[in-house]
Nanobody, 118 residues
Framework: QVQLVESGGGLVQAGGSLRLSCAAS????????MGWFRQAPGKEREFVAR????????VYAGSLKGRFTISRDTAKNTVYLQMNSLQYEDTAVYYC???????????WGQGTQVTVSS
């Protein structure tokens, strides 16, 4: 198993920036992918971004590319989400996930609240 702990959420004004972190522990040697989803009040959880643990290839939700950047530090078993030019619509709980093994199994963090004030 893998345990994930997110940090970095908070309250920010529109146009501001935040950086989320997600630290993994446990069977980190089995991680193949890490990423982020988010869930706004009354909406379904939606994909934000992911990064391949080996090689660092990234994928973004189309609407977020250019404002959000995902990165990783394999030595620290941590994935980051840099969020710039934040908008009110970015308000959500942001969840980190890690994908392990074959067949792949996903593990989730507890979520971190991001609130953007207009």
């Amino acid at each position: 198993q893998v345990q994930l702990v997110e940090s970095g959420g908070g309250l920010v004004q529109a146009g501001g920036s935040l950086r989320l972190s997600c630290a993994a522990s446990g069977r980190t040697f089995s991680i193949t992918t890490m990423g982020w989803f988010r869930q706004a009040p009354g909406k379904e959880r939606e994909f934000v971004a992911r990064i391949l643990w080996s090689g660092g290839s990234t994928v973004y939700a189309g609407s977020l590319k250019g404002r959000f950047t995902i990165s990783r530090d394999t030595a620290k078993n941590t994935v980051y989400l840099q969020m710039n030019s934040l908008q009110y619509e970015d308000t959500a709980v942001y969840y980190c996930y890690a994908e392990l093994g074959t067949p792949p199994t996903n593990y989730w963090g507890q979520g971190t609240q991001v609130t953007v004030s207009s």
